[in-house]
């Protein structure tokens, strides 16, 4: 009998085997660097000490700083004209700046260890700030534009009404760009063991949010108010130069310049790394990862410049100028800090013609 369990068909696969017989070459397998993530920028540990004593300078540079323009405008018994309304406005947005740097140290050397929460808090804080006082800035100089260059049409009733309209406008559209932060979490690095506060979007729109806040940023906060502000200010110092013995007008160009040099010098840096690692983001333009690397590094040493300029703007628009000086002594004078000094007729003059003027 045949045995159940064996069969006279067989199968052989020696020729299917030879067929499919090949030899691996392994050089010819390569790594495309285009299709390699790049590693996340590690900032040195000496670098992030001084980095963080950076910025509690700032904070103690800028909290007493605004303080002060602050008190000053707001001791004065006249209504305020729309540039010291702004100028006020500008001080309380800087301190909400000024107020988040702590936080921002502590991360550096300790990680995030305030909760998530207070990462959401901090971030709308600063993104507020950063907004508003920009746009603040912008409207100091279309004022500026309207008293000197457009006087007659400057003249007008409700000024101070349209003036506290534009201030509460400033600081709605600043909310409203600042809801992004609520998307910023505490996480743990990949490359760390601490918590970090950042950005953390959901991976399948991840690209596509980034690149929409990525150009507000770019617009709202720079290159907008860069093109009012330049025109605005490059009319007013030609107007100005047109005037034989405006004396203080010229020192009000002399802050106008000062001005304008401070905004570059701490914001443009910052936005053209922003908008190269924009544009890399987006895949815009190709890069490879020491190219990423760089604009890592650029981002983050061009990020403690901007945040500098919180801490310049009283001495931008308070401290160049003499009649927040005067103003100033007049106070500390009341106080007893300084001992009164005899008012000559000229000064008297020119103390009384203050109260309509800025303190610029």
Not at 268 to 275: D, E, G, L, S
Request: glycine fraction near 4%.
């Amino acid at each position: 009998m045949t045995d159940p369990n064996t069969s006279s068909f067989q199968l052989d696969f020696g020729s299917i085997y030879e067929e499919l017989n090949f030899t691996y070459n392994e050089s010819e397998f390569y790594l495309d660097p285009a299709t390699q993530p790049c590693n996340t920028y590690i900032i040195p540990g000496a670098v992030t000490i001084a980095v963080c004593v950076f910025y509690i300078l700032i904070f103690l540079l800028a909290i007493p700083g605004n303080l002060v323009v602050g008190l000053v405008i707001g001791l004065n018994k006249q209504s305020l004209p729309p540039s010291d309304l702004y100028l006020l406005h500008l001080v309380i947005a800087d301190l909400l700046l000024a107020v988040t740097l702590p936080f921002w140290a502590t991360s550096l050397t300790q990680g995030w260890v305030f909760g998530d929460a207070m990462c959401k808090i901090v971030t709308i804080f600063q993104e507020l700030s950063f907004y508003s006082s920009i746009l603040f800035l912008t409207c100091i100089s279309m004022d500026r534009y309207a008293v000197i260059v457009r006087a007659t049409e400057s003249r007008v009733a409700n000024r101070q009404l349209v003036s506290w309209a534009v201030c509460g406008a400033v600081w709605a559209v600043g909310a409203l760009l600042s809801l992004p932060g609520f998307f910023n979490s505490s996480f743990t690095s990949q490359n760390s063991s601490h918590l970090i506060c950042a950005e953390q979007y959901d991976p399948s729109s991840a690209d596509e949010w980034r690149l929409v806040t990525r150009i507000f940023r770019h617009a709202l906060g720079f290159v907008v108010p860069l093109a009012i502000m330049l025109p605005c200010y490059g009319i007013t110092i030609r107007r100005l130069l047109h005037i034989r013995g405006g004396f203080q007008r010229q020192r009000a160009m002399r802050v106008i310049v000062f001005v304008v040099v401070a905004f570059l010098l701490c914001w443009t840096p910052y936005h053209i790394a922003v908008m190269a690692d924009t544009f890399f983001r987006s895949k815009i333009v190709p890069y490879q990862c020491p190219a990423r690397m760089a604009v890592d590094r650029a981002m983050f040493a061009t990020q403690s410049l901007g945040l500098l300029h919180s801490c310049v703007n009283p001495v931008l628009y308070a401290f160049v100028g003499e009649k927040f000086r005067k103003r100033l002594k007049q106070i500390l004078t009341k106080m007893g800090i300084l001992e009164r000094a005899p008012l000559s007729r000229s000064s008297r003059s020119s103390l009384s013609s203050e109260i309509t003027s800025t303190f610029m």
